[in-house]
């Protein structure tokens, strides 16, 4: 069983569009982080969501943490090239173990 | 600054073989972590480490597996008796010191490992 479940596994649109990709689980975090991934790389953290209903922006990235701490989404606006990655959620388990989901690969054609 | 670096890149072996996969982290990071990555997929927690000592190694999947830490800078993963099932991308992390939100783990480019 995944502890972490991601939705869609995958996503292609065109360039300009808008999408929203979404992080559930049963369980409660204390946070919950997001990632992207780029063909042939590690991945690199993108927000930290910390507090039940927060909303936080990077540019034109949105990330919600929902009320309850089991689950967060990911809204991006006019999608461009540049944000075609594989896009993960992960949250601590006990203090120091970082448990991931399968991730959204993102397709973003021009 | 330097990011993390792991060597080697791509290491094609033979079945029965044992491998060494290398992480150096950022200069000063307490925290090093391994993970296991298949293709489309994210990273699966193996084991991590407070400067030389092994704090979780839950995640290593058998005893053929194992790390170490000897000085608390670079870390070495090590696979004995390799089989088929053992081929990944294994990836290396650190953090300035450990846990939760506070501290941003920065990953390595991987080693891509086949066992033919």
């Known amino acids: 069983t995944q502890l972490l479940e991601q939705s869609p596994q995958f996503l292609s649109i065109q360039e300009g569009e808008n999408l929203t990709v979404y992080c559930n689980s049963s369980?409660?975090?204390?946070?919950l982080q997001w990632y992207r991934q780029e063909p042939g790389e590690g991945p690199v953290l993108l927000v930290t969501?910390?507090?039940?209903?927060e909303v936080k922006k990077l540019k034109r990235l949105t990330f919600q943490f929902g009320d309850a701490r089991k689950d967060s989404s990911l809204h991006i606006t006019a999608a461009q090239p540049g944000d075609t990655g594989l896009y993960l959620c992960?949250?601590?388990?006990?203090?120091?173990?970082?448990?991931f989901g399968k991730g959204t690969m993102l397709l973003v054609s021009p | 600054g330097a990011g993390v670096s792991q060597s080697p890149r791509y290491k094609v072996t033979k079945r029965g073989q044992d491998v060494a996969l290398r992480c150096d982290p950022i200069?000063?990071?307490?925290?090093l972590y391994w993970y296991r990555q298949a293709l489309g997929q994210g990273p699966e927690f193996l084991t991590y480490?407070?400067?030389?000592?092994?704090?979780?190694k839950s995640g290593l999947p058998n005893d053929r597996f194992s790390a170490e830490r000897p000085e608390g800078s670079i870390s070495t993963l090590t696979i004995q008796r390799t089989e088929q099932r053992d081929s990944a991308m294994y990836r290396c992390?650190?953090?300035?010191?450990?846990?939760?939100?506070?501290?941003?783990?920065?990953f390595g480019p991987g080693t891509r490992l086949t066992v033919t």
């Open positions: 992390a650190s953090s300035l010191k450990t846990g939760r939100s506070s501290y941003e783990q920065y």
């Open positions: 369980s409660v975090f204390s946070s």
């Open positions: 969501v910390v507090t039940g209903g």
């Open positions: 992960a949250a601590w388990i006990g203090y120091s173990t970082l448990t």
């Open positions: 200069s000063g990071h307490v925290s």
């Open positions: 480490f407070n400067y030389e000592a092994q704090q979780d």
